[in-house]
């Protein structure tokens, strides 16, 4: 059922959204001059897939954790798409093609070992990664790898349809900074 509403929810976000899509990566390319992000990380079952977002950093920043990475490399739009978490639409595309839920654990990096390590043990990666979960509504970000872990399998192992919806609604309207850079 969750996999029905998230590919019924991403397709409609996308034709709803598409004008702010469209906007949000004519304005990136002038930011950055590559507007979208994609980085490959875990998936399912550890499997690897590609991760799309907009881009918040300039096209050299290194590739590691949000929590790694220095305020000030955070480009003003990009500030503006994370506060607002616009950055994160693009993601619905990763939905439509069933690689991620809209609620799930976030997908990490795959140098970020001792979280795999952490998630591997709870099982966490028996499901989807989502764009929003427990963790992100909470302030939990992947820095405190064994806290985040513990909390995504609360999450997995608790989630009904009205948690799905709540965790949605809350980030939409603001809750949660997930993995915000520090």
Same mark, same amino acid.
């Given at each position: 059922?969750?996999?029905?509403?998230?590919?019924?929810?991403?397709?409609?976000?996308?034709?709803?959204?598409?004008?702010?899509?469209?906007?949000?990566?004519?304005?990136?390319?002038?930011?950055?001059?590559?507007?979208?992000?994609?980085?490959?990380?875990?998936?399912?079952?550890?499997?690897?897939?590609?991760?799309?977002?907009?881009?918040?950093?300039?096209?050299?920043?290194?590739?590691?954790?949000?929590?790694?990475?220095?305020?000030?490399?955070? =480009?003003?739009?990009?500030?503006?798409?994370?506060? $607002?978490?616009? !950055?994160?639409?693009?993601?619905? #595309?990763?939905? &439509?093609? /069933?690689?991620?839920?809209?609620?799930?654990?976030?997908?990490?990096?795959?140098?970020?070992?001792?979280?795999?390590?952490?998630?591997?043990?709870?099982?966490?990666?028996?499901?989807?990664?989502?764009?929003?979960?427990?963790?992100?509504?909470?302030?939990?970000?992947?820095?405190?790898?064994?806290?985040?872990?513990? =909390?995504?399998?609360?999450?997995?192992?608790?989630? $009904?349809?009205? !948690?799905?919806?709540?965790?949605? #609604?809350?980030? &939409?309207? /603001?809750?949660?900074?997930?993995?915000?850079?520090?």
């Amino acid at each position: 059922m969750i996999r029905l509403l998230d590919f019924i929810f991403a397709v409609i976000g996308l034709l709803c959204l598409w004008p702010v899509l469209v906007v949000v990566y004519v304005i990136g390319y002038f930011d950055t001059g590559s507007p979208v992000f994609m980085q490959t990380r875990v998936g399912k079952n550890q499997k690897k897939f590609t991760l799309i977002k907009f881009r918040t950093m300039p096209v050299a920043t290194k590739s590691v954790a949000s929590h790694l990475v220095a305020a000030n490399s955070v =480009t003003k739009l990009g500030g503006l798409l994370r506060k $607002t978490k616009i !950055d994160e639409l693009p993601q619905l #595309i990763n939905v &439509v093609k /069933g690689e991620m839920s809209l609620v799930g654990p976030r997908p990490n990096l795959f140098n970020q070992e001792e979280l795999i390590k952490a998630r591997d043990a709870l099982g966490v990666y028996d499901v989807l990664p989502g764009v929003t979960g427990l963790a992100q509504v909470q302030n939990i970000d992947m820095s405190t790898p064994q806290l985040l872990a513990k =909390t995504d399998k609360q999450m997995i192992d608790t989630l $009904t349809v009205q !948690d799905y919806f709540k965790y949605i #609604i809350m980030t &939409v309207t /603001g809750s949660g900074s997930g993995d915000a850079v520090k």
